[in-house]
């Protein structure tokens, strides 16, 4: 069946067959996304207003719909939910020298080889050192287009000339506007720019990437301002010293936005990491306390992560609560359950933990790893190698279950766990996968039992 676009405003509903900045229904900003319907038997778009007021069968709402562009990168392209949408707005936000313009050019180049027209703008750079990494990245395509500029308005004009597929504004904050009379990188340059591309992108047929650094400060200018009127929003994150790179779905009006995508930084460019697991765990210490590997769930893709933990102490006062990559909240319901359930006083003890790699483990599922982790650091006990450990922990103790268990099992057996602590309401429905036992908890208090070569119970006892 034939589709139609039509333009919706997301606060009042109301239709258009344009897109607009402002809804002319309810007078917000922004808000007016495009939407693709069936077109009825005879009826052009003019048969739409009719359409709205009927009830349709669920089933007859034709659904994704959507074409896609690949990019051609996986990673890239599983994040966005399956490739760009033509006519919609990508943002993408990060630290300054994280890999944003690679990973944009690197793309690019892949689209461009295919023989597709693609529009680079650079606000930031001169065509030398453009070309410099071009050459790095092995893109040498007459299809991709460079333009450097830091005006809007010859940007906007440039863009209708040559009709590409995909156009990169690198970065928002390096564009400034004739008509606007802030400093370039201020608030209302960078909504400015952003919302007259925006305008351009869902006139046209291209899709749009806008490049966003990250302010150290986070807020201000920042892409934070923009979140609310792009289509989609992609952070790349990583850490200095590190060659691995996250792309990390925030927002997307087209698709799942838990998606991640992992990459790692050479000397060519970014490589696509298929098997993020292994590079979570290659660095991983043996028989040390304090360390525990979880399986996390990242859109739809079980991830293993290391959790590791040290309580040092005790100290005089109250001690000191760190965590990095994981959810303080969540640490602090890890500790007050071990203090009431398990009788072990960690008030005095300093904590600090981090999921290791990069990974940010803050989901429930790695509460019982937490714990782990904190106990085996408490207990200097290392954990008994091959064993993973996840569940969600409440404050009564209880462990509780969690979904894709089946993914989290499978993904650790892949990587050679012969041994899984999980919730004992997720034991069951579990296949018998060879080699691989799995073993129910229903409650904190059999965690220590089942931790260790030993049984860590005694040991518990002598610390309260
Ligand atoms: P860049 O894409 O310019 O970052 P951003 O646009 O987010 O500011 O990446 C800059 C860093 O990446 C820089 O420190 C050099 C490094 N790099 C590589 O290690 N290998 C490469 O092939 C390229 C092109 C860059
Ligand atoms: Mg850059």
Same mark, same amino acid.
């Given at each position: 069946m034939k589709t139609d676009i039509v333009f919706v405003c997301t606060e009042c509903g109301k239709q258009m067959l344009k897109w607009m900045g402002r809804c002319p229904g309810c007078g917000e900003w922004h808000t007016v996304v495009e939407r693709e319907i069936a077109r009825s038997k005879g009826g052009g778009v003019g048969s739409l207003e009719k359409r709205t007021g009927n009830v349709v069968p669920l089933t007859e709402i034709q659904g994704d719909t959507v074409p896609r562009m690949k990019t051609g990168i996986q990673e890239l392209d599983r994040v966005l939910g399956g490739g760009m949408v033509?006519?919609?707005?990508?943002?993408?936000?990060?630290?300054?020298?994280?890999?944003?313009?690679?990973?944009?050019?690197?793309?690019?180049? @892949?689209?461009?080889?295919?023989?597709? %027209? !693609? +529009? &680079?703008?650079? *606000? /930031?750079?001169?065509?030398?050192?453009?070309? #410099? =990494?071009?050459?790095?990245?092995?893109?040498?395509?007459?299809?991709?287009?460079?333009?450097?500029?830091?005006?809007?308005?010859?940007?906007?004009?440039?863009?209708?000339d040559v009709q590409a597929s995909v156009v990169v504004i690198d970065s928002v904050q390096s564009i400034c506007s004739r008509s606007s009379d802030s400093l370039p990188g201020s608030v209302t340059q960078v909504r400015h720019v952003a919302g007259t591309v925006?305008?351009?992108?869902?006139?046209?047929?291209?899709?749009?990437?806008?490049?966003?650094?990250?302010?150290?400060?986070?807020?201000?200018?920042?892409?934070? @301002?923009?979140?609310?009127?792009?289509? %989609? !929003? +992609? &952070?790349?994150? *990583? /850490?200095?010293?590190?060659?691995?790179?996250? #792309? =990390?779905?925030?927002?997307?009006?087209?698709?799942?936005?838990?998606?991640?995508?992992?990459?790692?930084?050479?000397?060519?460019?970014?490589?696509?990491?298929?098997?993020?697991?292994?590079l979570f765990l290659s660095e991983r210490p043996q028989g040390v306390s304090g360390s525990a590997v979880t399986a996390l769930v990242e859109g739809t893709r079980p991830i293993l992560a290391e959790i590791q933990a040290l309580v040092t102490g005790p100290i005089p006062g109250q001690g000191r609560r760190t965590c990095l990559g994981t959810d303080s909240q969540r640490l602090a319901l890890m500790i007050a359950v071990i203090e009431k359930k398990l009788g072990l006083a960690l008030g005095d003890q300093d904590i600090f933990l981090n999921a290791v790699g990069g990974v940010r483990a803050v989901e429930p599922a790695s509460d019982l790893a937490v714990a782990a982790a904190l106990l085996s650091s408490f207990l200097e006990r290392s954990i008994t190698g091959g064993t993973l450990v996840f569940g969600e922990v409440g404050l009564a103790g209880e462990v509780r279950r969690v979904s894709k268990s089946e993914a989290r099992i499978n993904e650790a057996s892949r990587l050679g766990f012969n041994r899984i602590i999980a919730p004992a309401a997720n034991v069951e429905p579990v296949p018998a996968t060879s080699g691989i036992k799995v073993v129910g908890v229903s409650h904190i208090e059999e965690l220590s039992g089942l931790l260790f070569d030993s049984d860590g119970s005694a040991e518990i006892k002598t610390k309260r």
């Amino acid at each position: 069946m034939k589709t139609d676009i039509v333009f919706v405003c997301t606060e009042c509903g109301k239709q258009m067959l344009k897109w607009m900045g402002r809804c002319p229904g309810c007078g917000e900003w922004h808000t007016v996304v495009e939407r693709e319907i069936a077109r009825s038997k005879g009826g052009g778009v003019g048969s739409l207003e009719k359409r709205t007021g009927n009830v349709v069968p669920l089933t007859e709402i034709q659904g994704d719909t959507v074409p896609r562009m690949k990019t051609g990168i996986q990673e890239l392209d599983r994040v966005l939910g399956g490739g760009m949408v033509r006519r919609s707005v990508i943002l993408l936000g990060g630290d300054p020298g994280i890999g944003k313009s690679t990973l944009l050019m690197q793309a690019l180049g @892949v689209m461009a080889a295919r023989g597709e %027209t !693609v +529009l &680079y703008v650079s *606000g /930031e750079e001169s065509l030398e050192q453009l070309k #410099l =990494r071009a050459e790095r990245l092995d893109v040498k395509s007459p299809e991709f287009l460079i333009l450097v500029e830091n005006e809007l308005e010859p940007i906007m004009e440039k863009m209708g000339d040559v009709q590409a597929s995909v156009v990169v504004i690198d970065s928002v904050q390096s564009i400034c506007s004739r008509s606007s009379d802030s400093l370039p990188g201020s608030v209302t340059q960078v909504r400015h720019v952003a919302g007259t591309v925006l305008d351009r992108v869902k006139r046209g047929s291209a899709a749009c990437f806008i490049v966003g650094h990250v302010t150290k400060d986070g807020v201000l200018a920042g892409p934070k @301002v923009l979140e609310h009127m792009v289509d %989609t !929003v +992609l &952070y790349f994150e *990583g /850490e200095r010293g590190h060659a691995y790179r996250i #792309l =990390r779905g925030v927002k997307n009006r087209f698709g799942s936005a838990t998606e991640i995508g992992v990459f790692e930084m050479g000397d060519r460019g970014l490589a696509e990491v298929s098997n993020p697991s292994e590079l979570f765990l290659s660095e991983r210490p043996q028989g040390v306390s304090g360390s525990a590997v979880t399986a996390l769930v990242e859109g739809t893709r079980p991830i293993l992560a290391e959790i590791q933990a040290l309580v040092t102490g005790p100290i005089p006062g109250q001690g000191r609560r760190t965590c990095l990559g994981t959810d303080s909240q969540r640490l602090a319901l890890m500790i007050a359950v071990i203090e009431k359930k398990l009788g072990l006083a960690l008030g005095d003890q300093d904590i600090f933990l981090n999921a290791v790699g990069g990974v940010r483990a803050v989901e429930p599922a790695s509460d019982l790893a937490v714990a782990a982790a904190l106990l085996s650091s408490f207990l200097e006990r290392s954990i008994t190698g091959g064993t993973l450990v996840f569940g969600e922990v409440g404050l009564a103790g209880e462990v509780r279950r969690v979904s894709k268990s089946e993914a989290r099992i499978n993904e650790a057996s892949r990587l050679g766990f012969n041994r899984i602590i999980a919730p004992a309401a997720n034991v069951e429905p579990v296949p018998a996968t060879s080699g691989i036992k799995v073993v129910g908890v229903s409650h904190i208090e059999e965690l220590s039992g089942l931790l260790f070569d030993s049984d860590g119970s005694a040991e518990i006892k002598t610390k309260r």
